[in-house]
């Protein structure tokens, strides 16, 4: 069984479109995180939630917007795609320590183009 | 700010050879975390390992080992004896132990390539 699933693994779309990753946990975290990656290969924390409640939001415009209906599931809803948005996003999840970070578990990344 | 750095981009070895990627990190706090992470070509984030700030102890797995020295803030990774299927970008990373903000700072990498 995979830990950390997302999909979908490739997305093509084009530039002003609406889209949605779905990323799903069965490891029983708290917590769950996206990154993005960019073609440098640049890994950058972009959101983590807790139980359902936003923890970090890093200075992400405001076309992201993460959603999480359950602590097993953190979906990434990008508004008006732009050329910059071209990237990899992987969704992590890490048990919830009480601020002591345990190990965050990615899953296999969705690869975002738009055109 | 806590800040990672991989100074080498590239590193390209012989199969068989030994290899040690380097990592330096930055940080105000007395606690926090060091983790390393393989990508191979396929694309996924593996986990490697975790180690605190309160244990400097080398860790050896198999033909892996990491050496931490907080005297000169660095997490080292070596690979004994390399072989292809070690050709992969790994990525060093930081978090410090901070309520709330537990994330993950990444360095920029190390691509490493076996040749057989």
């Known amino acids: 069984d995979t830990a950390v699933s997302q999909t979908p693994k490739y997305l093509v779309t084009q530039m002003g479109n609406d889209k949605s990753i779905k990323c799903e946990q069965n490891?029983?975290?708290?917590?769950m995180y996206w990154y993005k990656q960019d073609s440098k290969k640049f890994l950058k924390i972009m959101f983590s939630?807790?139980?359902?409640?936003?923890?970090i939001n890093e200075t992400v415009p405001n076309r992201f917007s993460p959603k999480s209906p359950d602590k097993a599931h953190l979906n990434l809803h990008i508004n008006s795609l732009e050329l910059g948005d071209s990237a990899v996003y992987f969704c992590a999840s890490s048990q919830d320590l009480g601020g002591w970070l345990d190990t965050q578990y990615f899953g296999p990344g969705t690869r975002l183009t738009v055109l | 700010a806590q800040k990672v750095t991989q100074a080498q981009t590239e590193i390209s070895v012989v199969e068989k050879e030994d290899v040690t990627l380097d990592c330096v990190y930055e940080t105000r706090d007395t606690t926090y975390y060091l983790f390393w992470y393989k990508q191979p070509p396929s694309g996924e984030l593996v986990f490697l390992i975790r180690r605190n700030s309160f244990d400097e102890q080398n860790e050896i797995s198999g033909r892996y080992s990491w050496n931490f020295q907080k005297s000169t803030s660095s997490f080292n990774f070596t690979i004994t004896a390399s072989q292809v299927v070690d050709s992969a970008v790994y990525f060093c990373a930081l978090s410090e132990a901070n309520f709330g903000n537990e994330k993950l700072t990444f360095g920029t990498g190390t691509r490493l390539t076996i040749i057989p």
């Open positions: 939630y807790n139980n359902k409640e936003l923890i």
């Open positions: 490891l029983g975290h708290d917590t």
